[in-house]
Nanobody, 119 residues
């Protein structure tokens, strides 16, 4: 079994920055990819960013491109989401997720961390 533990959420003013972390533990294996999703109140969950383990390839949702940067630390099975120039519309619960293989979906999820951006 895999556990994902997020940290780093909080309250920040518009234009500010936050860094979210997600550490994977439990089962010893190399993930295919890890990523972040978010869900604002009353809205559907949306993809924020993802990174593959083999080639360090990243991709981002259109609404966050240029403002968020996803990186990983292999030895700790940890990913970091650096969020800059935050906007009130970035307010949401942010979830870390892990994909075991290329063909699988994101099958493991963290409990989420709240990010609130005040105007």
């Amino acid at each position: 079994q895999v556990q994902l533990v997020e940290s780093g959420g909080g309250l920040v003013q518009a234009g500010g920055s936050l860094r979210l972390s997600c550490a994977a533990s439990g089962r010893t294996f190399t993930p295919y990819a890890m990523g972040w999703f978010r869900q604002a109140s009353g809205k559907q969950r949306e993809f924020v960013a993802g990174i593959t383990w083999q080639n360090n390839s990243t991709n981002y949702g259109d609404s966050v491109k240029g403002r968020l940067t996803l990186s990983r630390e292999n030895a700790k099975n940890t990913v970091y989401l650096q969020m800059n120039s935050l906007k009130p519309e970035d307010t949401a619960v942010y979830y870390c997720a892990l994909k075991s293989t290329r063909l699988s979906g994101y099958g493991y999820w963290g409990q989420g961390t709240q990010v609130t951006v005040s105007s």
